[in-house]
């Protein structure tokens, strides 16, 4: 984590549907979707068993039925897990590949039976949720799937090259369409993200992520038996600075301030504009002494940084700290923690700005009194 929240496509993060290890409703709704698609296929494909003078005689019957009953076995674990990992989705598109082989083999009359288009279901598949090495490594997959096919049916070199450019042709150019356009859905998505957790003006975060880093947090503060630390910065005289220079001198300070802070914070804090001229850093800390020195460290970067112009202001700075207790709604215990640290900001404005004022909140369940003053460096200067 860092002030500023970078957003960008790589093209190693796993696409969108189940390939991430998490159980989210996207998650489970692809696998479930998966599952159901390779049961259908199973069931249908198994029509073939009780039709006279489709399948060969012999072992290929049996050895289709049990392809019928590998597809079941494929769907068990999408079912089960309810999320596909990225080498699972790929081995399963590739054993997609290597079934409709085994089915042309199995078959009296592969181009009545086993047409190319049965290997839609793995192609749109890789588009849709593979990387891009993966999904051009199906492509290749899927062309050497139509040449074995089609191979048994087809006499003439030229004819059956052209069934095999005309089949893979269009499986891999539908596919790649759909490549294309989960991209750019993914895009979008990045987009949509960034508008609904950024700051427009500053570019740092805003309140809504750190509604939604608030849980990490507080479990991180558990299992490490640290602090969550609340830094509420406002800037001093910032509406005389508007009132005398305009509010586009205005903007250009909270900017410079920003890219003050942003390269201050420690890469683990999260930095947000809350609101007008107020800022608010929340991060981890292992003793009081540690969150006042940070608090020191951001209103020396708030003083020292300038605008184009010259406008400079200072920052009146305010500390909370808290042990997240068992049982506690992060989002709650986060808006106390800011509060608090917003009264210690005040409290700073009514010793003459430019300073900064902290104070520990102890557990709910500490015998300690409910808030402790903590001097900080500029208190005592």
Known sequence: MTGRWQPRLDPEVPPIGATSTSRGPEQRVAAFTLAALLVVGALMGSINLFVDEVLRDGPARWVYGATMGLLVVMAAPLFVRQRAGRW????????????YVVVVLC???PVLYATPLMLLFPAFVAAWFLGPWEFGANLIATTAACLVGLWPSHDDPVALGVQVGVSAGMLNAGALGVFVLRRRVQRLLVATQTLTRLDPLTGLFNRRFLVEQAPRLWRQARRDGSRVAALVLDLDHFKRLNDAH????GDAVLRAVAESLASTVRPSDILARTGGEELVVIGL?????????LAERLRFAVAGGRTPDGHAVTASIGVALTRPADGESPTDGLWRLVDRADAAMYEAKRQGRDRVVARWVPQARSPLADEVAVPAASDVA
């Open 285 to 293: 800390v292992s003793d009081p002494d540690e969150a006042a020195h």
């Open 246 to 249: 305009g509010h586009a001198a």
């Open 88 to 99: 699972h989705m790929f081995g399963l598109v590739l054993l997609g590949d290597l079934i």
């Open 107 to 109: 078959v009296q009359d």
